[in-house]
């Protein structure tokens, strides 16, 4: 019997079962802490330490100025520098010296790198392997700080999260990679707008003549810079009007080259925008984009640590009043600004995870104020990429708490011959179907790409049936606003497992009701008797286990209120497609 569409519908009884959860984050009720190892690099079939690169690099260093200072005795090395002291000739000075709107920025720009660096470790932590590969088979990875994943056991994606220093991530808990992404992608909002504002002003009053080669002699300078640094004998320094040739190739990869990168690589990480980028999202599927991301990451750390130790070899004193007074000068004008700059970094690198730890509800809804409405947009994107069966995975990674209740047992027990899938709320219809139900309706296959919020990925050969087909069976009410998928399954902090959708991403052509997998039916342990597949979102979005699905108009008083079970305990966002 249809529900009056003036009347209150009660609740489905699932929702008595969802539990509310704290604003902060409870160590007691976290996942337990997990040491990861010293990151390893993949070099043919052998993992070499990351360590090594300490020894090596003091070799190499050692080897380079014993190199440069014996190059110097040759006469046509001599010949060379002097021709090319370090400064292209050709290329002009910059007279404005380096303005306020320069160094305010420049202070910004590093204030927002500590913490899109920490937050960028910290979401690798969660799943610490990198692979040239969309597949993510275990043992393919080129770059891991986590063990090999055991055999003989069942080994989740969560399983594989690792423990970092809370001074190093953010906030540095095992599995905080909610807290972490509302970190990283708030402030990289900031810092990509610091970017454009700095793009638009260095090209609008010629402070771009510091950073662009407009000189092929930029590279024969660039060498000659390069050996009198390995030489000691450091050139002299004029950056007041223009940099040296290996300065200026520094900050032009890192501004024009790295950054761009950095942002792109990581929109490619999408589910959204992947899939919607068919040919290329697929050839820079996310896995390659994530291992350029990181590589890109890489690049602004070793800068960053360059360009810190250059600052106080090669004339502190100059370098901060330059940067930090906007003056030329022998004076020491730019220290103290320079001390108060870095005790602001201090103190903020210092409280960002105490802070997240105790604030974590207020850190995801100032994310979800600052990007969130990135994230909705994102939503109504197409994401038609479907790809191949030769594209299947041969590995696809096991997530999620497993059902642990004699109901569930009975229902394996049967071959879910007993299972009922109730879908009612705001709708005309109200139906129970049971799985020979929905196994006897239209049924969709796709081969589609699973993007976990963790960082991997795998693809497979769902069938199902359309979403869309459910909604005309049973109708929703023209205030029915979202879904909500309630599972057999417990979260990992208690209380039923459930998640939100808003309603025109169940109508999408992708949506389904899931009970194959791969040909066959859905696996216990991928989801069976029923899971949801919503190609726009991120996997934590699709509900295995299915048991209810109720049309709300809100869901505030759901749970904590905040959209699904992961946004309420692990403060995740509730659109998430990106």
Same mark, same amino acid.
């Given at each position: 019997?249809?529900?009056?569409?003036?009347?209150?519908?009660?609740?489905?009884?699932?929702?008595?079962?969802?539990?509310?959860?704290?604003?902060?984050?409870?160590?007691?009720?976290?996942?337990?802490?997990?040491?990861?190892?010293?990151?390893?690099?993949?070099?043919?079939?052998?993992?070499?330490?990351?360590?090594?690169?300490?020894?090596?690099?003091?070799?190499?260093?050692?080897?380079?100025?014993?190199?440069?200072?014996?190059?110097?005795?040759?006469?046509?090395?001599?010949?060379?520098?002097?021709?090319?002291?370090?400064?292209?000739?050709?290329?002009?000075?910059?007279?404005?010296?380096?303005?306020?709107?320069?160094?305010?920025?420049?202070?910004?720009?590093?204030?927002?790198?500590?913490?899109?660096?920490?937050?960028?470790?910290?979401?690798?932590?969660?799943?610490?392997?990198?692979?040239?590969?969309?597949?993510?088979?275990?043992?393919?990875?080129?770059?891991?700080?986590?063990?090999?994943?055991?055999?003989?056991?069942?080994?989740? !994606?969560?399983?594989?999260?690792?423990?970092?220093?809370?001074?190093?991530?953010?906030?540095?808990?095992?599995?905080?990679?909610?807290?972490?992404?509302?970190?990283?992608?708030?402030?990289?909002?900031?810092?990509?707008?610091?970017?454009?504002?700095?793009?638009?002003?260095?090209?609008?009053?010629?402070?771009?003549?510091?950073?662009?080669?407009?000189?092929?002699?930029?590279?024969?300078?660039?060498?000659?810079?390069?050996?009198?640094?390995?030489?000691?004998?450091?050139?002299?320094?004029?950056?007041?009007?223009?940099?040296?040739?290996?300065?200026?190739?520094?900050?032009?990869?890192?501004?024009?080259?790295?950054?761009?990168?950095?942002?792109?690589?990581?929109?490619?990480?999408?589910?959204?925008?992947?899939?919607?980028?068919?040919?290329?999202?697929?050839?820079?599927?996310?896995?390659?984009?994530?291992?350029?991301?990181?590589?890109?990451?890489?690049?602004?750390?070793?800068?960053?640590?360059?360009?810190?130790?250059?600052?106080?070899?090669?004339?502190?004193?100059?370098?901060?009043?330059?940067?930090?007074?906007?003056?030329?000068?022998?004076?020491?004008?730019?220290?103290?600004?320079?001390?108060?700059?870095? !005790?602001?970094?201090?103190?903020?690198?210092?409280?960002?995870?105490?802070?997240?730890?105790?604030?974590?509800?207020?850190?995801?809804?100032?994310?979800?104020?600052?990007?969130?409405?990135?994230?909705?947009?994102?939503?109504?994107?197409?994401?038609?990429?479907?790809?191949?069966?030769?594209?299947?995975?041969?590995?696809?990674?096991?997530?999620?708490?497993?059902?642990?209740?004699?109901?569930?047992?009975?229902?394996?027990?049967?071959?879910?011959?007993?299972?009922?899938?109730?879908?009612?709320?705001?709708?005309?219809?109200?139906?129970?179907?049971?799985?020979?139900?929905?196994?006897?309706?239209?049924?969709?296959?796709?081969?589609?790409?699973?993007?976990?919020?963790?960082?991997?990925?795998?693809?497979?050969?769902?069938?199902?049936?359309?979403?869309?087909?459910?909604?005309?069976?049973?109708?929703?009410?023209?205030?029915?606003?979202?879904?909500?998928?309630?599972?057999?399954?417990?979260?990992?902090?208690?209380?039923?497992?459930?998640? =939100?959708?808003?309603?025109?991403?169940?109508?999408?052509?992708?949506?389904?009701?899931?009970?194959?997998?791969?040909?066959?039916?859905?696996?216990?342990?991928?989801?069976?008797?029923?899971?949801?597949?919503?190609?726009?979102?991120?996997?934590?979005?699709? =509900?295995?286990?299915?048991?209810?699905?109720?049309?709300?108009?809100?869901?505030?008083?759901?749970?904590?209120?905040?959209?699904?079970?992961?946004?309420?305990?692990?403060?995740?966002?509730?659109?998430?497609?990106?």
């Amino acid at each position: 019997m249809a529900t009056p569409l003036n009347a209150a519908p009660s609740q489905d009884p699932l929702a008595a079962k969802l539990s509310a959860a704290d604003d902060r984050i409870l160590l007691n009720h976290w996942l337990p802490p997990q040491e990861g190892i010293v990151p390893r690099v993949r070099v043919g079939t052998r993992w070499v330490s990351v360590l090594w690169a300490l020894p090596l690099s003091f070799a190499g260093l050692v080897l380079a100025v014993a190199l440069a200072q014996g190059l110097l005795e040759f006469a046509a090395v001599k010949a060379f520098v002097a021709r090319y002291p370090g400064i292209a000739q050709a290329a002009p000075s910059v007279d404005s010296g380096f303005p306020w709107w320069l160094r305010a920025q420049h202070f910004l720009n590093m204030f927002f790198m500590m913490f899109i660096i920490r937050a960028g470790i910290q979401i690798l932590a969660d799943h610490p392997r990198l692979y040239w590969k969309r597949d993510c088979t275990p043992g393919t990875e080129w770059f891991r700080f986590q063990r090999p994943v055991p055999t003989g056991r069942i080994w989740t !994606a969560k399983d594989d999260s690792v423990t970092l220093p809370k001074w190093l991530g953010i906030p540095g808990l095992r599995h905080t990679i909610g807290l972490a992404r509302w970190w990283h992608f708030s402030v990289t909002l900031l810092w990509t707008l610091n970017g454009i504002a700095f793009y638009t002003l260095i090209f609008s009053t010629g402070q771009w003549l510091r950073l662009v080669p407009v000189t092929w002699e930029v590279f024969p300078n660039a060498l000659s810079t390069a050996i009198q640094y390995a030489s000691l004998n450091f050139p002299v320094d004029h950056s007041w009007t223009r940099y040296n040739a290996l300065q200026q190739l520094s900050y032009f990869i890192t501004v024009f080259v790295a950054a761009p990168v950095s942002i792109a690589t990581g929109l490619l990480q999408s589910p959204a925008i992947s899939n919607r980028l068919g040919w290329t999202g697929r050839v820079l599927n996310r896995q390659v984009a994530r291992s350029i991301h990181f590589i890109s990451f890489s690049w602004f750390v070793l800068f960053i640590l360059a360009h810190g130790i250059m600052v106080f070899v090669t004339s502190l004193r100059e370098n901060t009043n330059h940067m930090f007074a906007g003056v030329e000068s022998s004076s020491w004008a730019g220290l103290l600004p320079f001390l108060l700059a870095m !005790a602001v970094v201090g103190v903020a690198w210092a409280v960002a995870s105490p802070l997240t730890i105790r604030h974590a509800r207020l850190v995801q809804h100032t994310g979800t104020f600052m990007i969130g409405w990135i994230k909705g947009l994102a939503e109504w994107w197409d994401p038609r990429s479907q790809l191949s069966e030769r594209d299947i995975s041969p590995y696809f990674w096991l997530n999620g708490t497993m059902p642990r209740s004699a109901e569930f047992d009975r229902l394996v027990a049967d071959g879910f011959e007993h299972y009922r899938l109730r879908v009612g709320g705001l709708v005309e219809n109200p139906r129970d179907f049971s799985l020979a139900d929905l196994q006897a309706m239209p049924k969709q296959e796709q081969i589609t790409t699973h993007f976990c919020i963790q960082g991997w990925s795998g693809v497979a050969k769902w069938g199902g049936v359309p979403m869309r087909h459910i909604l005309d069976l049973v109708k929703p009410a023209a205030e029915a606003r979202y879904a909500v998928f309630y599972s057999l399954a417990d979260g990992g902090d208690g209380g039923r497992y459930y998640d =939100v959708h808003k309603l025109h991403n169940m109508r999408h052509e992708l949506t389904i009701l899931a009970h194959e997998m791969n040909g066959r039916p859905v696996s216990v342990l991928h989801g069976a008797p029923l899971r949801l597949r919503c190609e726009n979102e991120l996997g934590f979005k699709m =509900v295995k286990w299915i048991a209810a699905i109720e049309f709300v108009h809100d869901f505030a008083n759901l749970g904590a209120g905040e959209g699904g079970y992961n946004e309420d305990h692990e403060f995740y966002g509730y659109r998430m497609p990106i």
